[in-house]
């Protein structure tokens, strides 16, 4: 299921994306989470804030850059929330994908919105969500619980072009085999 967001979204409700997500806290286990971001003070703020987010469990406040996919791979984070500098090139996404495909990715970036081709292709790379830096701890703790649920996290006006591509990539294979 995806789950289309807006700025107005209540970010004050943590809880209720738990509910939403059909679990109930006291019986789930942590969702392990893990930052990549070459920005240690950045990082270390979005650390010490999950860390005492309802269900959310910090695994590392050491450096971790989003090549170390080694690393990564021994963290073994449900959700792992990453830079969008850290993988311009998407190859980072590739072996993400290949070495942790348990692992959910959610981008983040400095940019209000990211130019829409640079979101579509990270989705298409197996991105389940997309955060502004802009966003608040409570916002961001929704997504982590959402994503890690199964949905997917992403602006609302993306969906658009998300289902036209769908349907067009099914409209090129059911033509193709006549």
Not at 44 to 65: D, F, M, P
Not at 145 to 150: E, K, M, T
Request: proline share 3%; hydrophobic share 40%; charged share 25%.
């Amino acid at each position: 299921m995806m789950r289309a967001y807006q700025q107005n979204d209540d970010p004050e409700a943590p809880s209720s994306a738990v509910k939403q997500a059909g679990i109930e806290s006291k019986y789930m286990r942590a969702i392990t989470v893990a930052i990549a971001d070459d920005d240690g003070g950045r990082r270390a703020k979005y650390e010490n804030s999950l860390q005492g987010a309802e269900g959310i469990r910090v695994l590392t406040y050491a450096a971790i850059s989003a090549g170390d996919i080694t690393k990564i791979r021994q963290l073994n984070p449900r959700v792992l929330l990453v830079s969008m500098k850290q993988c311009a090139d998407c190859a980072m996404l590739d072996a993400l994908r290949r070495e942790c495909p348990e692992t959910r990715v959610i981008l983040f970036t400095d940019e209000s919105f990211p130019q829409e081709d640079q979101l579509m292709h990270a989705l298409a790379k197996g991105v389940r969500g997309y955060l502004s830096l802009e966003a608040g701890m409570a916002q961001i703790s929704k997504a982590v619980h959402l994503i890690d649920s199964g949905d997917a996290w992403v602006p609302r006006r993306v969906l658009g072009n998300i289902l036209d591509q769908i349907l067009h990539q099914r409209y090129q294979t059911s033509s193709s085999f006549r």
